[in-house]
């Protein structure tokens, strides 16, 4: 009894002078223990939304076996944790009036209804992407145009964007450096940082390559694999890429059939036999783009159709491109020009190549004639029927991918 009380009394007695000290005695063991960390100014502004002591699970979800693309980078909680703060601060915005879910708003996967989203100077030039299993792809560059060389690069670029958040350092913009002022100046990010990079309170400031891995940890973890698609895939087992989907409908599964098969084309790039040929590009079962796709036709500019945008050949995942009641996410396309399912049939149904379009995929062009597949009505509702089994559930209201500001 007694040198068990000694030994809980020598205990107390270390934790004491070690705070006294301001040593964290739990900073360099493994984290389990963040009681050190303090986080008044968290509770203050999150509530529960952020709990240090539990955080969500973001760098352990289940992905299912058949899913084999990945492009790299690390999940890890606190980062991720770190990454959701600054993903819906308004403070990244010059005048805190936009943040990056301003235009990448949850309830629509994390895309934007209106065409062209508004910054803080303005519209985007191109419509809001998706950001949906943006992890597993085999393309490893990000933008429609592909310009960002990794995920992480990307997510620095709209705060430095003069017309999104407006931090550009150009024409009288303050630039990433006065927001990173900013930010370390705010008693949260003071915290979270302190938290998620194991140092004591104050001793971390945050700097660009902290926000892109922060950020990039979180935006790999929006992940969307509940989607009926996904549930007849678990039901099958591995390896059976266009197989026939137990749980499917006759016309959900002749749809899958279309997107698969690559067409037959006879004279001029008129479709005779096969499928639409969707899944040579956007593979299944990660619909992922084909990292070496040139454009799909679409070549305007939303501001001036008369200049070309020739490069965007890269989309987001096919998965979610309508919510759960079927209503479109936001239109598509980096033109923001395609508002229904129909009209996007009818766009591959029958390619049209703009003048000055030398940058179409050859796929496209059959004999080099635009393609022209046929699509008969029947085939029509069942391709769309398809394409809508690749919508999933949790993604739209999962907690730990809110607004944690909200309360
Ligand atoms: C004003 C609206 C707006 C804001 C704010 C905004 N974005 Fe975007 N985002 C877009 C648009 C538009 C695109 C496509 C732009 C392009 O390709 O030229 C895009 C593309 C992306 C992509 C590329 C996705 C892909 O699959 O290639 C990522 C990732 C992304 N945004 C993350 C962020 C992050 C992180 C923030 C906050 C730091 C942010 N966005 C702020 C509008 C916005
Ligand atoms: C030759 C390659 C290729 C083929 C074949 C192809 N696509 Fe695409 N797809 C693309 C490219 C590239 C984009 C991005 C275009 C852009 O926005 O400029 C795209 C974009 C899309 C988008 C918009 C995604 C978004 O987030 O806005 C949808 C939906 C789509 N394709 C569906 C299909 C379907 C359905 C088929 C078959 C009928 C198909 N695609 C065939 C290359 C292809």
Redo the contacts with the bound molecule.
Sequence with gaps: MITKYLKKLMFSLLICIGLLNGYHCTKNSDDTNNTTYSDEAIKRTFGEAININNPENYASQNIPSYIIADNGGVIDDKKATLGRVLFYDKALSTNGSIACASCHQQQFAF?DTAIQSKGVNGLTG??S??LINARFARETKFF??ERAASLEAQTTQPIQDHAEMGYSGLNGDPNIDDLLTKLNAIDYYQELSAWAYNQNKGDKTLNEQDLQDCLGAFIRSIQSFDSKFDEGRKQLGNNQNNAPLPNFSADENAGLQ??SAPPVFGDSGIRIAGG???????RAPEFD??PN???????RTIDNPAIL?LN???????RD?VNLNGDLN???????S?NS?ET??G???RIIVRPGNNQ?????TPRGFPQR?N?TPAERQQ?IAF?ETLTGNSVYTDAKWSNPFAQ
């Design positions: 895309s191109r419509h992407m998706r429609w145009n279309l997107f639409l040929g969707c899944g040579g590009c956007h783009i084909d796709t040139r454009n799909n036709g679409f070549v945008d965007n050949t890269r989309s987001p995942t096919l491109l936001g239109p598509m396309m980096h033109t923001g395609i399912l996007l049939i766009h591959y149904n179409i995929d050859p796929r496209l597949l699509v391709i394409l």
